[in-house]
């Protein structure tokens, strides 16, 4: 059993000891940085409840948990919240939680060392030695940091919309977009509707960046470069400038032109492999099944 649990969703995967998909389940986001506790928790017995439809839980062997904020796991009450859903799904193997950092990586390699970039609702780098996390950069939550990041788009684009209203220049393209999506047609509006939601809601804008980016959008455009070089900077500040070990990049941001940007970024600034991988859950269960078989563990099927 492997899981992903990020900001936005919660992903599950079980797999055969042969790498063969055998359930998989998809629940809300299981930060307990960005959620409550207990709704982080919620969710993840949810994704489990999927996954394991149809199956019989008492036969996983081995189960990680990747997870945003997993450092969240030290307080014992959050602890026993995402345990105690391991447990109610069946499952009665160990839960061994890890960075999502680590699940990432292992997603787009096999390589025991290098880099891996997590650039979703936050972002987060990580230098990956043995299978685990030994540096990182980023990943301070969204109030100091989580640069170039799905919430960092969508602040951005709440800004420059603001900045257009503030200089009552036309209004087209990203800002149409974000008053919109606001449900707001001033300034003042614009800024109660923002400010009265919880702050990772901004993380909502991000797709209209993408979409007025195709459309030629020059606000659109600033942006992405911008959090294309900004996502660099993290990937590059846990790396030596000799190192040419892998790249991983994993998140909802990678199949984005944030992500297109980044990748050209990185292949020019690093003498390394990037690696674009878009399933956190399935480099959980692989490390999973690396618990029981060793390294030399079956790939997932289809990844």
């Known amino acids: 059993m492997g899981l992903d649990a990020g900001g936005t969703s919660t992903r599950a995967l079980v797999l055969g000891l042969d790498g063969a998909r055998l359930g998989q389940g998809l629940a809300g986001g299981a ?23 149809g199956l019989d839980s008492r036969k996983v062997r081995s ?21 105690g859903a391991w447990e109610r799904a069946g499952l009665h193997c160990p839960m061994r939680v890890i960075t999502d ?16 970039l997590v650039a979703g609702t936050g972002s987060i780098a990580g230098r990956i030695s043995g299978h685990r996390m030994v540096g990182q950069s980023g990943g301070y939550g969204w109030l100091i940091g989580d640069d170039g990041s799905a919430f960092w788009l969508g602040r951005e684009a ?10 009552d220049a036309p209004l087209e393209g990203l800002a149409t977009a974000v008053l919109t999506a606001a449900g707001a047609r001033t300034r003042s509006q614009l800024i109660t509707a923002v400010n009265a939601a919880a702050p990772i809601e901004l993380a909502q804008f ?15 455009l600033t942006i992405v470069a911008s959090a294309a070089r900004l996502l660099a900077d993290t990937a590059t500040a846990v790396r030596e400038p000799s190192d040419t070990s892998p790249i991983v ?3 909802s941001l990678i ?27 399935a480099g959980a269960a ?7 078989l060793g390294p030399d563990a079956p790939r997932p099927t289809g990844s």
């Open 286 to 292: 692989w490390l999973a099944a690396v618990d029981v």
């Open 101 to 116: 950092c680590e699940a990432a990586f292992a997603t787009g390699t096999s390589s025991a060392d290098g880099t891996v």
């Open 255 to 281: 199949k984005t032109p944030v992500g297109t940007h980044l990748k050209q970024e990185l292949l020019t600034r690093c003498n390394a492999q990037v690696i674009m991988a878009t399933e956190g859950a």
């Open 249 to 251: 990049l994993v998140g």
């Open 206 to 220: 991000a797709p209209l960046v993408s979409s007025a980016y195709h459309h030629g959008d020059p606000e659109a």
């Open 31 to 53: 930060n307990p940085n960005s959620h409550p506790p207990d709704v982080a928790a919620a969710h993840i017995g949810e994704a489990l409840a999927e996954a394991l439809d």
């Open 63 to 83: 189960g990680v948990l990747g997870m945003a904020g997993a450092s969240r796991m030290t307080d014992p009450v959050v602890l026993d919240l995402f345990q």
């Open 158 to 167: 709440v800004r420059a919309t603001l900045k257009l209203l503030d200089l």
